[in-house]
Nanobody, 112 residues
Framework: QVQLVESGGGLVQPGGSLTLSCAAS?????????MAWYRQAPGKERELVAA??????RYADSVKGRFTISRDNAKNTVYLQMNNLKPEDTVVYYC??????WGQGTQVTVSS
């Protein structure tokens, strides 16, 4: 199994920044696993925000140029640096590993 612990969500003003973290643990986790961030608004499907793997990084068009995904393999942790946040970024963000394992979700609220 893989356990994921997310942190870093919260309330921020439009134009502000937040960094999400997701620490992975468990016997099934490998540093070679794809790690990603998804988000889901109420009543909508969960959508990919950003992913990182040995093949590189991938971003949703809506966050390109504003969000950056990175990982620290020594800490088994993936990060999502979010800059220039907009009200429409207000949703719950979920960490994902290997397309299979999900974190509990962390709320990001962008509001003045």
């Amino acid at each position: 199994q893989v356990q994921l612990v997310e942190s870093g969500g919260g309330l921020v003003q439009p134009g502000g920044s937040l960094t999400l973290s997701c620490a992975a643990s468990g016997t099934m986790f490998s540093i070679h696993h794809r790690m990603a961030w998804y988000r889901q608004a109420p009543g909508k499907e969960r959508e990919l925000v950003a992913a990182i793997s040995s093949g590189g990084t991938r971003y949703a068009d809506s966050v390109k140029g504003r969000f950056t995904i990175s990982r620290d393999n020594a800490k088994n942790t993936v990060y999502l640096q979010m800059n220039n946040l907009k009200p429409e970024d207000t949703v719950v963000y979920y960490c994902n590993v290997a397309y299979m394992y999900w974190g509990q979700g962390t709320q990001v609220t962008v509001s003045s």
